[in-house]
């Protein structure tokens, strides 16, 4: 099987128009095809990068299905799904800290920050008042705090579901809809695969940033609180990420994009937006220009895709294959 490998990351990103043999592999994805858009806060801007990949291939999903920063990107890139990319580059590498989190007095004790800078964005983003005005079909992903259940947003009133989907618990304030307390998306949905099938997806292209999307490697935290808090939260996220990945790849095409980023900034630092934008842009774009598809399976970069394995048959070296 000819297949989408790890390739890495050659000269400055460029971003003209590419050949349409380059995009057999996205064509060839079963329809409907949903994109879907991890969390990562200041690492979103690696999918800025991710999507001029996919625009330079004339790529455009049937749904796109959002966590957090990634229903943000999301819904731009669903009311402007042929030029979101170059919109999204200028708008992250302007952001600073101060602009998404800004230092303020609330109401309540609910938050540090409040979202009137979430708010400010939203409103620069030229985007309609109701989800179902979005020219894709669109669902922001948050969660219920009472219940904990997944909220799917697919319709209704567009600022306060991205302002839900975004609501880091503690950073950022909850929001009241529909008679539901929400709260951001990413912590029991980080990279929203199963909404993406929930809806009805034949088949997914994930848009993933961050080192706990990609193999981990084993590591000894310092004995610091710190380190060791940081490496426990890392691996509750890798491990929802790849059960949630697995599930879906046993039924439908399950394209995980890469980035090709290794040296993660700090998670207030916005000064990287450029550095992420430009490798992720081509090291997604040299994916998709090897990807070739067959069938159900885990397609990404870390190894060869692997189909799923039918009734009866050993799935361990297709476990082995994405480094299980």
């Known amino acids: 099987m000819t297949v989408g490998r790890r390739q890495g990351a050659g000269a400055s990103a460029h971003f003209g128009s590419s050949g349409g043999d380059s995009a057999a592999g996205l064509h ?3 329809r409907p095809v949903a994109v879907v858009v991890g969390a990562g806060g200041v690492l979103g801007a690696a999918h800025v990068g991710v999507g001029y990949a996919l625009e330079q291939r004339g ?11 990634g229903a943000l990107n999301g819904a731009i890139a669903a009311a402007h799904p042929d030029r979101a990319a170059p919109w999204l580059d200028h708008v992250w590498t302007q952001l600073r800290r101060r602009e998404v989190y800004p230092l303020g007095c609330l109401s309540s004790r609910a938050s540090i920050f409040t979202d009137r800078g979430l708010r400010r964005l939203i409103a620069r983003a030229e985007l309609p008042s109701r989800i179902e005005q979005l020219t894709v079909p669109f669902t922001a992903v948050a969660m219920d705090l009472v219940s904990g259940a997944p909220a799917l947003l697919d319709h209704g ?6 302002l839900a989907s975004a609501a880091i618990p503690g950073m950022l304030p909850p929001v009241d809809r529909a008679g539901r307390t929400l709260v ?13 099938r929930q809806a009805g997806a034949a088949s997914v292209v994930v848009v993933a940033t961050g080192p706990e999307s990609a193999p981990l490697r084993p590591v000894n935290p310092r004995r610091r609180a710190g380190a060791i ?13 790849e059960r949630d990945l697995r599930e879906v790849s046993q039924h439908i095409p399950t394209v995980v994009l890469p980035t090709g980023i290794e040296a993660w900034p700090a998670p207030w630092d916005f000064g990287h937006s450029q550095r992420m934008i430009s490798t992720a842009s081509r090291t997604a774009g040299r994916f998709l220009d090897g990807l070739r598809i067959d ?22 070296s297709s476990e082995r294959r994405v480094g299980l």
């Open 229 to 241: 808090a940081a490496r426990a939260g890392l691996l509750l996220l890798h491990h929802q990420i």
């Open 28 to 30: 060839a994805l079963p």
């Open 59 to 69: 790529f455009v999903p049937d749904m796109i299905i959002g966590t957090s920063v």
């Open 157 to 162: 009133d567009l600022e306060s579901a991205l």
């Open 295 to 316: 069938g159900p399976g885990l397609y990404r970069a870390d190894d060869t895709a692997v189909p799923s394995a039918g009734p009866g048959e050993a799935s361990t």
């Open 184 to 196: 951001d998306g990413g912590v029991v949905a980080y990279v929203p695969v199963l909404a993406a």
